[in-house]
């Protein structure tokens, strides 16, 4: 039974959904803030498990504890697939806000027609300082709109509209983003292997 689990990111957005969706296990959550770890991860992997697993890992072995990572990317049809694994350098700055991100994402995009047919895709890697490793995969689909909406979440959420919804993901409380989001799907998806160890 796991008794301490390091959700292994300093995204705050990150680190409240997850440990949201997290609160029904029955282990102490820790984050690298409350072990004073500070670790860089160089994101190299070619997919997103890749680079899920890679994260994982780093700060199992630093903390001897099993760690949970994992690994987000934007997919817009009309550019390809892009930003895909370079959602956060989509801007070529690692110092870019979201704010710029998203702009430079809009900016990118305004020759195309519309609708921006996109999806979010998500894997969550446990890492176990045996040396094993467990994984899931999800991803929402939905669409990019030119103007921001929304206060809540982070990242590209604001210019995400749900279609069915006819809400963007920042205009989800995190109770509803926690449903049907990409990261809720993951990371619901790996919970039975929680139940199981």
């Given at each position: 039974m796991i008794e301490r689990l390091l959700i292994a990111t300093?995204?705050?957005?990150?680190l409240e959904e997850i440990s949201a969706l997290?609160?029904?296990?029955?282990?102490?959550l820790v984050t690298p803030d409350d072990l004073h770890l500070e670790i860089e991860v160089e994101e190299n992997g070619k997919?997103?498990?890749e680079n899920?697993?890679?994260k994982a890992a780093t700060y199992c072995q630093a903390s001897q504890l099993p760690a949970l990572a994992d690994d987000t990317g934007l997919e817009v049809a009309a550019l390809g697939g892009q930003p895909g694994l370079y959602s956060a350098r989509f801007t070529g700055s690692h110092n870019a806000s979201d704010h710029e991100r998203r702009q430079f994402l809009l900016s990118?995009?305004?020759?195309?027609?519309?609708?921006?047919?996109?999806r979010f895709v998500c894997a969550v890697a446990l890492a176990l300082?045996?040396?094993?490793?467990?994984s899931y995969e999800d991803a929402c689909t939905g669409e990019i709109i030119p103007e921001e909406r929304g206060s809540q979440g982070f990242g590209y959420d604001p210019i995400f509209l749900f279609s069915q919804l006819g809400r963007t993901m920042a205009e989800l409380s995190l109770n509803e983003k926690n449903r049907i989001s990409h990261?809720?799907?993951?990371?619901?998806?790996?919970?039975?292997?929680f139940r199981n160890l």
């Open positions: 300093t995204n705050k957005g990150k997290l609160n029904t296990l029955h282990c102490e997919t997103y498990l899920a697993r890679l990118k995009l305004k020759n195309y027609p519309r609708p921006w047919e996109a300082p045996s040396g094993k490793f467990y990261r809720a799907k993951a990371v619901l998806g790996i919970l039975p292997v």
